[in-house]
């Protein structure tokens, strides 16, 4: 479950409330660079950065940087003072823009190895850097702003910090098809500017005499960390720019504690108050609420830290349980209906409680509440309660808060009790569905968020009694007026005296045809030819090749081909053209053809050919030939995604439709080279990724379709039949034995199995939503398993793929639309299968829906937000959308025949 998040305003509201969030911190640059008389100089915003220095730069590749952290209420100061002296010192720097952008950087929630960052100074040699750490020190010394943990500060206690990284940097398109910025070790290689959360400068880079403090003397190694000479940290729960959380032994008593930690100046707000702060207010919150939670053991500082003991609560999160317990029976029943009221009852009977105390929660989610061994339910993290009208600052969790709370002041008194009855409607809505209550929102005037649950529990109710019977209260508790919404008294009635003919409510429309429509629509109107990208992505997908499959343009270009094959209208036709042009000027336009299908330009090209074909140019097929023919075959990284097998794959589909020769003759090629590079363990026959290569995924030994052996496996079955080669079968059955013998089987309450894996050879357990989904999970390696099936007659193949679409459709309520690690995926699976289960995935995506500007469209794999994207987007699930209503060949896949 998300944490708690505080609401910044935008910049564009903040102006116009006159906001302090809109302060004009630009002025404060400009100011310095006219009082200092500096001609030619530029301040320019770039969006989240304010960037000054003069028109022309000084082109440094890498080196010693400075960083000047500050807190909301000393940006103005620190900025004023900092920017006097760069600008006197004629160094560029970059600063957040505004207030809110402060905030951000600061909150517990920001990148904690970057958090802090306000202000970013470029020295234009180590001389200056150093004349400019003791300079900026004096001038800042004093004011207040948080430690940057990749960072070093010049001195204990100062705002000032220092690492070695890029400037300019070396453009790089890596291995896994991102581009970055490197840096330049000294034999001329280029290596990535990794960011730790702690200070870790390259070996080669020797720190400039001036300004550097003694490093921090290493604690002896197997030393346990102990905290206030009393609690043995045993285990790291999880991390963030606020600080840990730790399971830990109270050494005074033997007891197992959990021990929380808040940084200083994080979190840090206009009152001045910070994460500490916040931490001993929860602990005042947690005596307050005696009994209903963990108790408090003592709260303590260290090292300019906060931390807060408490009592350990057995168990697990009533989130976790529901994910774990939801759907086990693998038809979508849902909870037990006597385990569900059970667990209401005792919801609605804690919340009275807190109610009892005064005390409005304000984030009563699944997440917020442990299921104790012996069926308690206990309270933990009430660092947002307050009592009704303390003045406090808006927080809340996404999808469990009350349309008045989402949209009250950012700095005010806290809301009535009735916010804590809207979280109890989500939590029971959660607890009957398995369904995280986050939709992204509406054109204004559009369907609130309680006409969303009550949309999902439409699509519920023929199969899921639980549902169904605890609907009135859920819909009850989650009206948007909150003087209509149901009381603890009437909810917790209800669930004692539930009526004799539970009500029902109409059945989910059908929009599959709409989403189609409108989502072709959306993509054709938001189309930008005359930007680096055709469409925005997100913070990652940014970085990847524009022209990619999972990201870009030619992963949409191949759902426009399709659709215009299918629908034959003009605009989808001219579509088609557009995008097709736009990736075949821009064929040859990186340092590198990257093998992978659909992070490299195979996906590309692939996508080419089929647009060419379609709209008859010769010109064009000939050239996403040429381009298939210039990408490697051969490739230390030999998964689907990334490397070789789906250059291979690629291979395949040009032998398919063009026959000529040369691309069968590179399909032997690329297989002979998987054949060289597989190794045999104890468990298997695997395809790693070499420790050694430039890669985030050096080392792994997947087994799934995009980066592991069912992806290998399902190209060298695919060779097989192409080339009559034995050896290639005899590989793919020894990965179909592989995957057979890591298979984690469940029995389901309906007699049926179902089977998911690990990501990993060598991780011990994937409890996550991977586990079910195309890239790295049942749905993938159910793909692969389905096809060797099918081709060797081997039944035992057959029945573990069956088993593996189980396990898909138990998670359909809690998976994303999208198509790599989401319900578009999982259904092109059901789909070559026979289609059993597919139309639920597809109401499954249709209650997600949105509508913007008069269309319906799709969130992608945030829940939130639109991006186009095949894999991670709108695009992926109308391609599965229009294959369950069409027809058609398995995307991406070389098949001469539909499964």
């Known amino acids: ?373 012996s069926g308690a339910l206990k309270l933990i993290d009430p660092e947002i309660a307050a009592r009704p009208g303390e003045w406090t600052y808006l927080a809340y969790t996404p999808g469990y808060a009350a349309p008045e709370a989402v949209n009250g002041p950012k700095h005010g008194p806290a809301p009535e009790l009735s916010v804590d009855l809207y ?12 369904v995280d209550p986050v939709f992204p929102d509406d054109t204004p005037g559009g369907r609130s968020h309680g006409e969303r649950l009550a949309e999902v529990l439409r699509a519920l109710e023929g199969r899921n009694t639980a549902a169904r019977v605890l609907a009135p209260v859920v819909l009850g508790l989650t009206t948007v007026d909150p003087g209509t919404r149901w009381s603890l008294e009437r909810a917790a009635m209800y669930l004692v005296e539930l009526p004799s003919r539970p009500s029902t409510v109409d059945a989910a429309p059908d929009r599959a045809d709409r989403l189609i429509q409108d989502g072709l629509a959306r993509i054709l109107a938001t189309m930008t030819p005359g930007r680096a990208r055709l469409w925005p992505s997100g913070d990652f997908g940014q970085q990847t090749d524009p022209c990619n499959v999972q990201h870009g343009a030619a992963g949409v270009l191949g759902v426009l081909t399709r659709a215009s094959e299918i629908f034959g209208t003009a605009s989808l036709r001219d579509g088609v053209a557009a995008v097709a042009t736009w990736i075949d000027e821009r064929r040859d336009d990186v340092p590198v053809l990257l093998p992978g299908l659909h992070f490299g330009r195979s996906g590309a090209a692939w996508a080419l050919l089929d647009a060419g074909l379609h709209l008859g140019d010769a010109d064009l097929v000939e050239n996403a030939s040429d381009l298939a023919l210039r990408i490697p075959v051969r490739w230390p990284n030999p998964d689907v995604c990334h490397g070789a097998a789906g250059s291979g794959m690629t291979q395949l589909h040009f032998w398919h439709e063009t026959g000529r020769m040369e691309f069968l003759e590179r399909v032997e090629e690329c297989a002979d080279g998987l054949i060289a590079a597989a190794i045999s363990t104890d468990e298997g026959v695997f395809w790693p990724v070499p420790e050694d290569f430039d890669s985030n995924l050096a080392g792994i030994r997947h087994y799934g379709f995009g980066h592991g052996v069912a992806g290998v496996g399902a190209f060298l079955l695919a060779a097989a039949e192409e080339t009559g080669r034995e050896v290639y079968l ?127 469209v799709l969130p992608d794999e945030s829940r939130l937000t639109i991006t186009v994207d095949y894999g991670t987007g709108l695009a992926g699930a109308v391609g599965f959308l229009m294959r369950l209503r069409h027809g058609g060949p398995r995307w991406w896949m070389p098949e001469r025949e539909l499964p």
């Open 1 to 373: 479950m998300r944490d708690a998040v505080i609401k910044a305003s935008s910049l564009a509201e903040a102006e116009g409330s006159g906001s302090i969030d809109g302060f004009p911190l630009r002025a404060l640059a400009e100011l310095a660079v006219t009082s200092r008389k500096r001609t030619g100089w530029t301040v320019s915003d770039s969006g989240f950065w304010c960037r000054v220095g003069p028109a022309k730069r000084t082109e440094r590749v890498q080196g010693w940087k400075l960083h000047v952290s500050a807190t909301p209420l000393s940006a103005a100061l620190v900025l004023h003072r900092a920017a006097t002296v760069l600008v006197e010192a004629e160094c560029e720097f970059k600063f957040a823009a505004d207030i809110a952008k402060v905030e951000e950087l600061t909150s517990s929630r920001y990148h904690r190895a970057q958090a802090g960052k306000f202000i970013t100074a470029y020295p234009r040699d180590d001389e200056q850097f150093a004349d400019l750490a003791q300079r900026l020190d004096i001038a800042t010394a004093g004011l207040p702003g948080p430690r940057i943990l990749s960072d070093r500060p010049v001195r204990t206690g100062s705002v000032v910090h220092y690492r070695y990284g890029a400037f300019t940097g070396i453009p790089t398109l890596t291995n896994d098809g991102v581009f970055e910025a490197r840096i330049e070790r000294p034999d001329g290689v280029a290596v990535a500017d990794s960011r730790f959360p702690w200070f870790a400068p390259p070996a080669w880079a020797e720190t400039p005499a001036g300004g550097v403090v003694e490093p921090p003397k290493p604690r002896p190694a197997g030393k346990p960390v102990l905290l206030n000479d009393r609690y043995a940290v045993r285990e790291a729960l999880r991390h963030s720019a606020r600080g840990g959380v730790y399971r830990a032994e109270d050494q005074h008593t033997g007891a197992e504690v959990i021990v929380k930690q808040a940084r200083a100046h994080i979190g840090a707000l206009l009152n001045g108050q910070d994460a500490r702060d916040a931490l001993r207010r929860e602990a005042r919150l947690l005596r307050e609420l005696e009994g209903l939670g963990p108790d408090v053991v003592e709260v303590f500082e260290q090292d300019e830290h906060v931390f807060l003991a408490e009592t350990a609560v057995p168990g697990q999160s009533l989130g976790e349980w529901v994910y774990a317990n939801h759907g086990r029976d693998g038809d979508g029943r849902g909870l037990e209906l006597s385990r569900a009221l059970e667990l209401a009852r005792r919801l609605t009977a804690l919340l009275a409680e807190v109610h009892a105390r005064d005390i409005v929660f304000r984030d009563f989610t699944p997440g917020n509440v442990m299921l104790t061994p």
């Open 423 to 434: 979280s109890l409607g989500t939590a029971l809505f959660y607890l009957v569905t398995g």
């Open 730 to 856: 005899q590989a793919a059955r020894a990965a179909g034995d592989t995957l057979a013998a890591a298979a984690v089987r469940q029995r389901c309450e309906d007699g049926s199995a179902s089977a998911y894996w690990r990501t990993d050879q060598r991780q011990a357990e994937n409890d996550t939503d991977m586990r079910y989904h195309w890239c790295s999970g049942s749905s993938g390696i159910g793909t692969f398993l389905l096809r060797l099936g099918r081709a060797t007659g081997a039944t035992e193949y057959l029945a573990l793929a069956r088993e593996a679409a189980v396990a898909v459709r138990r998670s359909r309520w809690s998976a994303s639309t999208v198509a790599c690690h989401g319900l578009a995926g999982n259904g092109e699976f059901l789909l070559d299968l026979g289609g059993e289960g597919a139309e639920d995935l597809a109401t499954c995506i249709s209650v997600r829906a949105t509508e913007r500007d008069g269309v319906l």
